[in-house]
């Protein structure tokens, strides 16, 4: 490109047309030595339009780097390195093409970049070409590259031309100067084809657009309109052989590259800025939102003001945050946990392109909705695991009193019954002459006495008669009373406990005490309890401590009775500082009295 | 009041226990007027038999199975009856001892299992129509058994201590008022003080003596 600007042929879209290095007509075999003989001036002059092809060289490898970093599509990097390269080589093969044969050849790859900008404009912000027309642009751009090489390869020989003193291409399949020059508007005309695709393209997406998607697109639609139709101006005067455009034009087309690829890089950059609302979004989502700030949220992430997540609710289908019933809208995403709909992101058609933010979103949306799930199920289960231990705990209640009911009437009633027998037969014994048959009723009245005993003790020990007619405040006390350490016992507060709590307190005071006298040494007990819900109860002694509720411990048997019914119970037993006992028992069934 | 031949009624729910007590007291030589088998019918006897001078009466009968005797004699106290009764109970309860002494004399309260010693059975039948109390030996062990003065006494003032043991007794408010010769109001305040410092709070009014002479038992040696 040493000749290109300005003086120079157009160079942009034919840098490597032969008629175009000098060999089209004797004036610009005229020009072409000149160029040669003022190398120097020109470099020197030109400076401004090798300072802008490097630029665009940098630039599409800094938006490769972009692509790498925070682009969706993984080969979107690797064609705009390819950009970059051939861009590069393009604006250096010219001058050389003059003194090596090889690189004639080599000049038709040069224009790859084509078909990666067609690629980028089509494709942006994500890198991949969905749409029909995008897909003919594609196409039409890579049938260019492809036939321009194999152009190139073996029909181009600027050796033809005498007058050009250039090195032969030694691929040449023919050395014409005439073939030249016809397939010299090869790329020109095929680059007005794409530009009209891309035109068409541009447009057809434009106005179909809608507004969020034209705001992302509004640069990027800019630029191609600007490359287009530079590109389209350039092939209408190469095909009506019209004038030398103005050099202005040139640097359009190649200002227009530098745009592509900047607003290519910025467009992913300002992706990776919604990129970080979804991690507001889950940093909000962490903490449980309801379904209206999700709609908000989505929202915000998505720069959608039309966004909104639909709920899977059961029979009734979609509804959204309000619970109404709403239709499966046209453009949406969907949020699945195992393979099952859980919600959609309902989103405007432009907003599809935000792919990678769609799925982020719908990943955190998924994760905040199954999290719910799991914990509203751990939960549930958790509350029938305590329901069915209190219901456990409160049928050992119901069985014991039903035994000691049941030894009541049955067994104690029974031996009762025995012994008065046995005692009416004694005293006709002793009336009559068997002093032997006397001895033996008697020995069995002591035998049914000691019998009933057993069984009493027993039959107390099963269930606490005093609870049913003396209430809690009598029985602890008769439980103090049988404690060989004194013990004081202060029941305040209102109302009645409830039956469960009744009993859990008495049998948790009567373990505590048991204890108390067996391994403490204590001198003194006190048993407090605070009526209402909870119920409150605290067993101080004076005694060694070191008791423990862990399991194995002395009070592993009051830990479980406490927490069975979903009480709480903690101990304070410094060794040799005695010993604290402090639970609360839920009592909710009785009004006060 | 004494005769040779106490006419006493038996009241059980269990068939053939009643039976038995009625020939252990028969052989003992009381004259076993009626049995009952509830409340119901022991309180229809009682009017139809004005000539009874003693009550055998279990404490627990249907219909709840709890201390449906202890009621049935609160309730004939309160009509002004000095009956002589004795309450057969399962278990020595001391709670159940003093409600039934509180409720006040002419009452005895022994283990059901006593039943099948014929002289300590009618010892109590004719000590109750004496108009005499009676607890059964194995509760009194346990009331005493403890021995430990309980500190919570000792902050009683003498008045107060001297109402505590009249409840003990059986007396009523206004009884106390009377062998005291102090108002009812004062005796109401006295006894207050007294649920107060031996913190007996927020329990029925009877409870609340039960319990404030439970203490005194406990701490009475």
Redesign the interface.
Same mark, same amino acid.
């Given at each position: 490109m040493l000749y290109a600007h300005p003086s120079g042929p157009p160079a942009r879209v034919d840098r490597n047309d032969p008629s175009r290095r000098g060999c089209r007509s004797r004036r610009g075999a005229q020009l072409l030595a000149q160029a040669v003989s003022s190398v120097g001036v020109d470099l020197f002059s030109n400076l401004g339009g090798y300072i802008i092809d490097a630029m665009v060289g940098i630039g599409f490898a800094l938006a490769a780097i972009a692509a790498r970093r925070w682009g969706a599509s993984k080969s979107m990097p690797w064609l705009l390195v390819f950009a970059a390269l051939t861009w590069t080589f393009g604006t250096m093969s010219d001058g050389l093409g003059r003194e090596s044969g090889w690189w004639v050849p080599l000049a038709g790859f040069q224009m790859g970049y084509v078909v990666v900008v067609v690629v980028t404009v089509v494709g942006y912000p994500t890198g991949r070409v969905t749409s029909w027309p995008g897909r003919i642009a594609v196409a039409a751009a890579a049938f260019l590259y492809l036939s321009n090489i194999v152009v190139h390869l073996f029909f181009v020989d600027p050796a033809a031309d005498r007058a050009c003193l250039c090195a032969e291409n030694p691929l040449a399949l023919v050395s014409d100067v005439d073939l030249n020059y016809r397939v010299a508007w090869w790329p020109a005309q095929w680059h007005g084809l794409v530009a009209i695709v891309l035109l068409v393209t541009v447009a057809v997406r434009w106005i179909r657009g809608t507004q969020p998607w034209k705001s992302i697109n509004l640069l990027m639609t800019v630029a191609v309109l600007g490359l287009a139709i530079a590109w389209l101006y350039l092939a209408i005067t190469e095909f009506i052989g019209g004038s030398r455009p103005s050099p202005v034009l040139f640097y359009l087309v190649t200002l227009s590259h530098l745009a592509i690829a900047v607003i290519y890089a910025a467009g992913l950059f300002q992706l990776t800025q919604t990129r970080a609302r979804v991690a507001d979004v889950m940093i909000a989502a962490r903490d449980g939102i309801d379904r209206t700030t999700w709609d908000r949220l989505t929202r915000q992430a998505l720069d959608d003001r039309s966004a909104q997540v639909l709920w899977r609710s059961g029979s009734r289908g979609l509804v959204d945050a309000d619970g109404a019933v709403t239709p499966r809208p046209a453009s949406a995403f969907a949020v699945t946990s195992d393979r099952e709909e859980v919600a959609l992101i309902a989103h405007d058609p432009a907003t599809a392109a935000k792919r990678d933010l769609l799925a982020s979103l719908a990943e955190s949306i998924r994760l905040t909705s199954e999290n719910d799930r799991l914990a509203g199920e751990l939960e549930r289960s958790l509350a029938q695991v305590r329901e069915s231990r209190q219901r456990l705990v409160g049928a050992a209640d119901d069985t014991r009193r039903r035994i000691e009911r049941d030894l009541h009437d049955g067994a104690q009633q029974l031996l009762l019954t025995a012994a008065l027998s046995v005692e009416n037969a004694s005293r006709r014994a002793a009336s009559s002459d068997d002093p032997e048959l006397a001895r033996m009723l008697a020995t069995a009245t002591e035998q049914l006495v000691l019998a009933r005993r057993e069984l009493r003790e027993l039959a107390r020990g099963i269930t606490p008669a005093v609870l049913n007619h003396g209430g809690l405040d009598a029985a602890l006390e008769e439980l103090a009373l049988r404690c060989p350490v004194p013990t004081s016992v202060t029941v305040v507060g209102d109302g009645r406990p409830s039956e469960l709590a009744e009993t859990t307190v008495y049998f948790s005071v009567a373990e505590g005490l048991t204890n108390i006298a067996k391994h403490s040494g204590a001198t003194s007990a006190s048993v407090e309890v605070q009526l209402g819900h909870p119920l409150h109860l605290t067993i101080t002694d004076d005694g060694i401590g070191g008791a423990t509720a862990a399991a194995g411990g002395g009070l592993a048997g009051l830990a479980d009775r406490i927490e069975a019914v979903g009480g709480e119970l903690t101990v304070w037993s410094p060794v040799g500082r005695g010993t604290i006992i402090r639970a609360s028992v839920p009592s909710l069934e009785h009004e006060p009295a | 009041m004494s005769r040779e031949h106490p006419r006493v009624l038996v009241v059980d729910d269990?068939l053939?226990?009643r039976e038995?007590?009625r020939? &252990?007291l028969v052989?003992a030589g009381c004259d076993v007027v009626a049995v009952a088998g509830d409340v119901a019918e022991m309180m229809e006897t009682l009017t139809r038999e004005s000539d009874v001078d003693a009550v055998v009466l279990d404490i %627990?009968m249907p219909p709840?199975?709890? *201390?449906e005797g202890?009621k049935a004699l609160e309730d004939l106290r309160a009509s002004g009856s000095h009956l002589g009764v004795v309450l057969l109970s399962?278990?020595g309860?001391?709670?159940?001892a003093i409600?039934a002494t509180a409720a006040g004399a002419g009452t005895g309260y022994l283990l059901? *299992?006593r &039943?099948?010693d014929?002289d300590m059975l009618v010892r109590a039948v004719r000590t109750v129509m004496g108009g005499g109390t009676v607890v059964d030996p194995e509760v009194v062990a346990?009331?005493v058994?403890?021995a430990?003065p309980?500190? *919570?006494l000792r902050r009683l003032t003498d008045r107060e201590r001297e109402v505590l043991r009249l409840m003990a007794e059986g007396s009523s408010n206004l009884g106390i008022a009377g062998r005291l010769v102090l108002s009812p109001k004062t005796v109401e305040s006295h006894v207050a003080a007294i649920m107060t410092k031996l %913190?007996?709070?927020?329990?029925?009014e009877e409870?609340r003596r &039960?319990?404030a002479v439970?203490r005194l038992l406990?701490a009475s040696e």
């Amino acid at each position: 490109m040493l000749y290109a600007h300005p003086s120079g042929p157009p160079a942009r879209v034919d840098r490597n047309d032969p008629s175009r290095r000098g060999c089209r007509s004797r004036r610009g075999a005229q020009l072409l030595a000149q160029a040669v003989s003022s190398v120097g001036v020109d470099l020197f002059s030109n400076l401004g339009g090798y300072i802008i092809d490097a630029m665009v060289g940098i630039g599409f490898a800094l938006a490769a780097i972009a692509a790498r970093r925070w682009g969706a599509s993984k080969s979107m990097p690797w064609l705009l390195v390819f950009a970059a390269l051939t861009w590069t080589f393009g604006t250096m093969s010219d001058g050389l093409g003059r003194e090596s044969g090889w690189w004639v050849p080599l000049a038709g790859f040069q224009m790859g970049y084509v078909v990666v900008v067609v690629v980028t404009v089509v494709g942006y912000p994500t890198g991949r070409v969905t749409s029909w027309p995008g897909r003919i642009a594609v196409a039409a751009a890579a049938f260019l590259y492809l036939s321009n090489i194999v152009v190139h390869l073996f029909f181009v020989d600027p050796a033809a031309d005498r007058a050009c003193l250039c090195a032969e291409n030694p691929l040449a399949l023919v050395s014409d100067v005439d073939l030249n020059y016809r397939v010299a508007w090869w790329p020109a005309q095929w680059h007005g084809l794409v530009a009209i695709v891309l035109l068409v393209t541009v447009a057809v997406r434009w106005i179909r657009g809608t507004q969020p998607w034209k705001s992302i697109n509004l640069l990027m639609t800019v630029a191609v309109l600007g490359l287009a139709i530079a590109w389209l101006y350039l092939a209408i005067t190469e095909f009506i052989g019209g004038s030398r455009p103005s050099p202005v034009l040139f640097y359009l087309v190649t200002l227009s590259h530098l745009a592509i690829a900047v607003i290519y890089a910025a467009g992913l950059f300002q992706l990776t800025q919604t990129r970080a609302r979804v991690a507001d979004v889950m940093i909000a989502a962490r903490d449980g939102i309801d379904r209206t700030t999700w709609d908000r949220l989505t929202r915000q992430a998505l720069d959608d003001r039309s966004a909104q997540v639909l709920w899977r609710s059961g029979s009734r289908g979609l509804v959204d945050a309000d619970g109404a019933v709403t239709p499966r809208p046209a453009s949406a995403f969907a949020v699945t946990s195992d393979r099952e709909e859980v919600a959609l992101i309902a989103h405007d058609p432009a907003t599809a392109a935000k792919r990678d933010l769609l799925a982020s979103l719908a990943e955190s949306i998924r994760l905040t909705s199954e999290n719910d799930r799991l914990a509203g199920e751990l939960e549930r289960s958790l509350a029938q695991v305590r329901e069915s231990r209190q219901r456990l705990v409160g049928a050992a209640d119901d069985t014991r009193r039903r035994i000691e009911r049941d030894l009541h009437d049955g067994a104690q009633q029974l031996l009762l019954t025995a012994a008065l027998s046995v005692e009416n037969a004694s005293r006709r014994a002793a009336s009559s002459d068997d002093p032997e048959l006397a001895r033996m009723l008697a020995t069995a009245t002591e035998q049914l006495v000691l019998a009933r005993r057993e069984l009493r003790e027993l039959a107390r020990g099963i269930t606490p008669a005093v609870l049913n007619h003396g209430g809690l405040d009598a029985a602890l006390e008769e439980l103090a009373l049988r404690c060989p350490v004194p013990t004081s016992v202060t029941v305040v507060g209102d109302g009645r406990p409830s039956e469960l709590a009744e009993t859990t307190v008495y049998f948790s005071v009567a373990e505590g005490l048991t204890n108390i006298a067996k391994h403490s040494g204590a001198t003194s007990a006190s048993v407090e309890v605070q009526l209402g819900h909870p119920l409150h109860l605290t067993i101080t002694d004076d005694g060694i401590g070191g008791a423990t509720a862990a399991a194995g411990g002395g009070l592993a048997g009051l830990a479980d009775r406490i927490e069975a019914v979903g009480g709480e119970l903690t101990v304070w037993s410094p060794v040799g500082r005695g010993t604290i006992i402090r639970a609360s028992v839920p009592s909710l069934e009785h009004e006060p009295a | 009041m004494s005769r040779e031949h106490p006419r006493v009624l038996v009241v059980d729910d269990g068939l053939l226990i009643r039976e038995g007590i009625r020939q &252990v007291l028969v052989a003992a030589g009381c004259d076993v007027v009626a049995v009952a088998g509830d409340v119901a019918e022991m309180m229809e006897t009682l009017t139809r038999e004005s000539d009874v001078d003693a009550v055998v009466l279990d404490i %627990r009968m249907p219909p709840t199975h709890t *201390d449906e005797g202890l009621k049935a004699l609160e309730d004939l106290r309160a009509s002004g009856s000095h009956l002589g009764v004795v309450l057969l109970s399962m278990y020595g309860s001391p709670t159940l001892a003093i409600r039934a002494t509180a409720a006040g004399a002419g009452t005895g309260y022994l283990l059901k *299992d006593r &039943v099948t010693d014929a002289d300590m059975l009618v010892r109590a039948v004719r000590t109750v129509m004496g108009g005499g109390t009676v607890v059964d030996p194995e509760v009194v062990a346990q009331l005493v058994s403890p021995a430990h003065p309980r500190s *919570d006494l000792r902050r009683l003032t003498d008045r107060e201590r001297e109402v505590l043991r009249l409840m003990a007794e059986g007396s009523s408010n206004l009884g106390i008022a009377g062998r005291l010769v102090l108002s009812p109001k004062t005796v109401e305040s006295h006894v207050a003080a007294i649920m107060t410092k031996l %913190r007996i709070e927020s329990v029925r009014e009877e409870h609340r003596r &039960v319990l404030a002479v439970l203490r005194l038992l406990r701490a009475s040696e």
